[in-house]
């Protein structure tokens, strides 16, 4: 438990730092190390002006990881996101310049301003962490997170994201507004210049690495992988879903889950993990049907039904 003691305190320190900046939403940015520590990405839905792109910038400040933007417009075009071969003319040959997406931490910022051809860009990055550009195949770093932001009210000029590009993010996420305190807070913080830029790392990447490999050693038992997997072909029964949740899915909520109880100083998974993070990790993926859209039911809906219908296990724990 020493190991797991020693990563809950480093996260709990990268909670606080990142707090410095986005004031009072430290659940929201526990999932986001969730989603981190499972090599998942992540989609922030919300409105503009509430913190979404400052989130991004101070995890990867805090981690000290190498950062890129990009900015999603409709003229962006694929090899502006992976990269191209540019021709030399002093060497006579053509030499590959990297895309954006080869950074540790890449913000695609309103990324559904982007064409379908543009966001395409992300799917091979985001699946298998590689990208192959003009035959080749390169690796891409590790640790690598891709946290894109979108507006959910603007919808003039967008491009939704396809269920194929959806199903990649690992968890869906909303900062919201801040309370009257939490407002008066930022306002203070920003009076006199902005914390962002004097932020700084408190682990490396290095340190991100060794998480995910503890994170991967979690135990669950099989118990709670059956309530995993009841709990995604629910959704595919459910009568307000054309279409349910895919096996990725589930994978990603084992995965959440070990992260969520490593985070919580436990080297076990209990359903109570798989509950707490189910909402943002499945919503996404469900796809309602016309008629649950004109009465004004929700994603969320569906998985807190969901939630409520499928019965937990009594899984048990592992003997040390």
Do not use: W
Not at 140 to 160: D, H, K, R, S
Not at 221 to 226: C, G, N, R, T, W
Not at 265 to 274: H, L, N, Q, T
């Amino acid at each position: 438990m020493t190991l797991i003691a020693d990563s809950k305190t480093l996260v709990d320190t990268l909670i606080e730092n990142v707090s410095n900046v986005i004031v009072g939403k430290s659940e929201t940015v526990e999932l986001v190390l969730v989603a981190l520590l499972s090599n998942g990405h992540v989609l922030i839905e919300d409105v503009p002006g509430v913190g979404k792109t400052m989130l991004v910038r101070s995890i990867a400040t805090s981690t000290g990881c190498d950062y890129r933007r990009m900015q999603f417009t409709p003229d962006l075009l694929p090899s502006d996101v992976t990269g191209a071969s540019i021709f030399n003319q002093r060497t006579g040959e053509f030499n590959f310049r990297p895309g954006p997406i080869m950074a540790q931490i890449v913000l695609a910022d309103e990324i559904n301003r982007a064409t379908p051809k543009t966001q395409s860009a992300l799917l091979e990055a985001m699946g298998e962490q590689q990208v192959t550009v003009e035959g080749v195949t390169r690796q891409l770093p590790n640790p690598f997170m891709v946290l894109a932001t979108q507006n959910p009210i603007e919808y003039e000029g967008t491009f939704p994201l396809p269920e194929a590009q959806l199903d990649r993010f690992f968890m869906r996420i909303s900062l919201g507004y801040p309370d009257t305190d939490q407002e008066v807070a930022i306002m203070d913080r920003r009076e006199h210049g902005d914390p962002i830029d004097s932020l700084k790392p408190v682990c490396t990447p290095g340190d991100i690495t060794n998480l995910q490999r503890q994170t991967d050693e979690v135990f669950i038992d099989a118990l709670v992988k059956q309530y995993i997997v009841e709990l995604s072909n629910a959704t595919r029964l459910h009568p307000e879903a054309a279409l349910g949740v895919s096996p990725r899915a589930s994978i990603n909520l084992m995965k959440g889950g070990k992260a969520y109880a490593m985070l919580h100083e436990r080297d076990y998974v209990v359903p109570d993990d798989i509950k707490a993070i189910a909402v943002p990790t499945l919503a996404h993926r469900v796809l309602l049907t016309p008629s649950a859209r004109m009465r004004g039911v929700t994603q969320e809906t569906v998985i807190k039904d969901v939630l409520n219908q499928v019965s937990v296990p009594g899984a048990s724990v592992r003997k040390t």
